[in-house]
């Protein structure tokens, strides 16, 4: 028979301890050259690899605890728990496809993307050095591996989206998405005669719940969902991975599709995939959606799936650049 894993992180005072950052440590943000921000990059990186988010951990549990105990469901998800402790435990990688590797960073006028994009390259290649990330760059065609994360020829690898804004403070998004989940992914250009679904919400219902069925276990179920109605090819695609870096629990500010989110999460897990495809009541942990304009001609909507190690962490470094983790 299985225990029934508790999940008790390490205490945050330990994980501060471990710590790459210096004591009372802060970036220079008059200093042009970011001296230091590489640094604090990879403790980002460390905690990310590492640390599962609590929100992501408290769903795995209730998934756990509402399947029969001791069936293939629950021991998978508790399986997961042991894994997420051990991980946090030991400072490793929660899973050993680190996948791609996904910043946002949102900065004040001023500060060089150029020379933000060198140090987190440096943290890149440090970060794989060090094992919390997997070399998982490798030429299209040949197969042939970089070992250090970094696209030499378009800056492709690690992905850094940037965008402006008003406030004085440096925030850091970071996102570590698998291959496997990645592969689930799906878009559908509406109307679709297979699934006969039409430019409606219904007709989203339909793609959602037919990319799940197709993905079964093969994301890593159970996966958390982000949907974009709408935008273009790119756009669509591009904001349904980016809306994966919301809380689970966190309701839509737009209460329609706030019970659309609901909802949905509910259907999903009547279809009994369960964890990793092997039956059961948790097939999803959570669904994002969110609706762009479009063109009036095309109508898409496009599915992101991240597996159940949803790697997912913020750092903010505030307006004195002092460092701050979500």
């Given at each position: 028979m299985s225990d029934c894993i508790l999940p008790h992180l390490t205490p945050q005072q330990v994980v501060e301890?471990?710590?790459?950052?210096?004591k009372d440590w802060a970036l220079q943000f008059k200093d042009s050259s970011l001296a230091g921000f590489h640094l604090a990059v990879l403790e980002l990186i460390r905690r990310t690899s590492s640390r599962l988010p609590q929100d992501v951990i408290d769903a795995l549990v209730r998934g756990r605890d509402a399947e029969t105990h001791n069936s293939r469901a629950f021991n998978t998800l508790n399986d997961m728990v042991k894994n997420i402790l051990l991980a946090d435990g030991h400072v490793t990688p929660l899973c050993q496809d680190t996948g791609t590797i996904i910043f946002y960073v949102k900065h004040p006028t001023g500060l060089s993307q150029i020379t933000m994009k060198k140090h987190i390259r440096q943290a890149v290649v440090e970060g794989t050095e060090r094992v919390w990330l997997r070399p998982n760059c490798v030429e299209s065609l040949s197969g042939k591996n970089t070992g250090n994360n970094l696209d030499p020829f378009a800056d492709g690898h690690p992905v850094i989206h940037f965008e402006e804004w008003d406030r004085p403070e440096i925030e850091v998004g970071l996102m570590l998405?698998?291959?496997?989940?990645?592969?689930?992914?799906?878009?559908?250009?509406?109307?679709?005669?297979?699934?006969?679904?039409?430019?409606?919400?219904?007709?989203?219902?339909?793609?959602?719940?037919?990319?799940?069925?197709?993905?079964?276990?093969?994301?890593?179920?159970?996966?958390?969902l982000g949907v974009a109605i709408g935008g273009d090819r790119i756009t669509g695609y591009e904001h349904s991975k980016a809306i994966l870096m919301r809380t689970l629990g966190t309701p839509h500010h737009n209460s329609e599709l706030a019970q659309i989110e609901t909802n949905l999460t509910h259907d999903l897990n009547t279809l009994g995939i369960g964890p990793m495809g092997y039956g059961g009541k948790t097939t999803v942990l959570g669904l994002f959606i969110d609706e762009l304009y479009r063109h009036p001609a095309s109508f898409f909507v496009s599915i992101s799936y991240m597996c159940?190690?949803?790697?997912?962490?913020?750092?903010?470094?505030?307006?004195?650049?002092?460092?701050h983790f979500n």
């Open positions: 301890d471990k710590s790459l950052l210096p998405k698998g291959g496997g989940c990645e592969n689930v992914g799906a878009q559908y250009r509406l109307p679709d005669v297979h699934l006969g679904a039409g430019r409606d919400i219904s007709g989203v219902r339909k793609c959602i719940i037919d990319a799940v069925m197709k993905a079964q276990g093969q994301g890593c179920s159970p996966g958390i159940w190690s949803s790697r997912r962490r913020i750092m903010t470094l505030d307006a004195m650049g002092h460092p």
